[in-house]
T-cell receptor
């Protein structure tokens, strides 16, 4: 009964080689978020989708892109990964209707290693 | 510039005692605060929240206290149980809008039998 699924759980890529991380949800939530968490640091919001509207954080590097082809799926594309992009990437969802509007549901994360 | 800080990277508490986790924030415009709990190999899970119109919110063994003048919040767990051993993240946001969470670095809580 997994609700927010992230694939793969571990991803290894080479310096400069594009990589895509995937997030899917069975909750039918309209808001989806991507966070980056580097070792021993706080998770940091990269961007979010409010329905189909994409909202980028001001300090998110251009190297990071996202796609949301439908309600259930959201992708994080890193065009040219650098060593500094090695991190845990967390996907989260939230609904803006109903009773649980204050809760973001997180996936287990994808740990990205850049060689 | 870290807007949400958890100054204790780790905390060790004996089973049955009270655990107190602390969090400070700098942005006085934040009006909604949350605690998340994270086990290894899992994503953070929502624990408890508080809006700035309150100074206390309780849910079973968990109580969050908010001191707006000090820009400080704390999470009390009583009594502490071994299953409470996890990393706890404090987060701040605005009650209106997209709920863009600003997290602290986390505190690793270990409950000793």
């Amino acid at each position: 009964d997994a609700m927010v699924i992230q694939n793969p759980r571990y991803q290894v890529t080479q310096f400069g080689k594009p990589v895509t991380l995937s997030c899917s949800q069975t909750l039918n939530h309209n808001v989806m978020y991507w966070y980056q968490q580097k070792s021993s640091q706080a998770p940091k919001l990269l961007f979010h989708y409010y329905d189909k509207d994409f909202n980028n954080e001001a300090d998110t590097p251009d190297n990071f892109q996202s796609r949301r082809p439908n309600t259930s799926f959201c992708f994080l594309d890193i065009r040219s990964p650098g060593l500094g992009d090695a991190a845990m990437y967390l996907c989260a969802t939230r609904t803006t209707s109903g009773r649980s509007t204050d809760t973001q549901y997180f996936g287990p994360g994808t740990r990205l290693t850049v060689l | 510039d870290q807007q949400v800080k958890q100054n204790s990277p780790s905390l060790s508490v004996q089973e049955g005692r009270i655990s107190i986790l602390n969090c400070d924030y700098t942005n006085s415009m934040f009006d909604y605060f949350l605690w998340y709990k994270k086990y290894p190999a899992e994503g953070p899970t929502f624990l408890i929240s508080i809006s700035s119109i309150k100074d206390k919110n309780e849910d079973g063994r968990f109580t969050v206290f908010l001191n707006k003048s000090a820009k400080h919040l704390s999470l009390h767990i009583v009594p502490s149980q071994p299953g409470d051993s996890a990393v706890y993240f404090c987060a701040a946001s605005y009650i209106q809008g997209a709920q863009k969470l600003v997290f602290g670095q986390g505190t690793r809580l270990t409950i000793n039998p």
